[in-house]
C-alpha cells in the first residue's frame, strides 16, 4: 500500500513542479533572451532527488540554444521553485529537448507528400 501511495505522489509532484517550471521558465527565457521554450512533461524520481524536465522550442532550429541556457540557469530556476513549492527538498533539475513534436510534425509532413490512394493501380474515381 505504501508504494501505490508514494507513485501518486510523485504524480502530483510532477503535475506540480510542470506548472510551475512552466512560469518560471518562460519567466527566465524572457528574462535572459532565450529561444522561446514551453515546459511539455516532468518526470520525478522516486526519491524525488532529481527531474527531468522536457521542453518543447518554438524555433526547434534553436533547441540547443534554448538547452544550453536552460542548463545555465538550472540553479537559479530550482531556488524559484524552492520557493514556489512546499517541498523539504526540491529535485535537482534536467533540462531535456522534447523532439516529439518536430517527430510529429515530420511524420505530418511526410504522410502530405504521399500520392492520393489509388493513384497507383489506375482504379482512381473522377
Known amino acids: 500500500m505504501a508504494t501505490k501511495k508514494s507513485f501518486h505522489r510523485t504524480d502530483r509532484i510532477s503535475a506540480q513542479l510542470r506548472r510551475d517550471l512552466g512560469t518560471l521558465v518562460h519567466n527566465s527565457v524572457r528574462e535572459h533572451g ?18 527531468k524536465v522536457f ?7 534553436r533547441a540547443k540554444e534554448a538547452l544550453k541556457g536552460l542548463q545555465e540557469q538550472a540553479r537559479e530556476i530550482r531556488f524559484q521553485l524552492a520557493h514556489a513549492m512546499k517541498l523539504r527538498h526540491v529535485p ?7 523532439d516529439s513534436v518536430d517527430r510529429g ?7 502530405r507528400d504521399l500520392p492520393p490512394a489509388g493513384d497507383d493501380d489506375g482504379s482512381a474515381e473522377s
Do not use: K, N
Open 34 to 51: 532565450l529561444p522561446s521554450v514551453s515546459v511539455s512533461d516532468v518526470e520525478v524520481t522516486r526519491d524525488l532527488a532529481h527531474a
Open 55 to 61: 521542453f518543447t522550442a518554438l524555433d526547434p532550429s
Open 92 to 98: 535537482e533539475l534536467h533540462f531535456l529537448y522534447d
Open 105 to 111: 510534425e515530420r511524420i505530418e509532413q511526410l504522410l
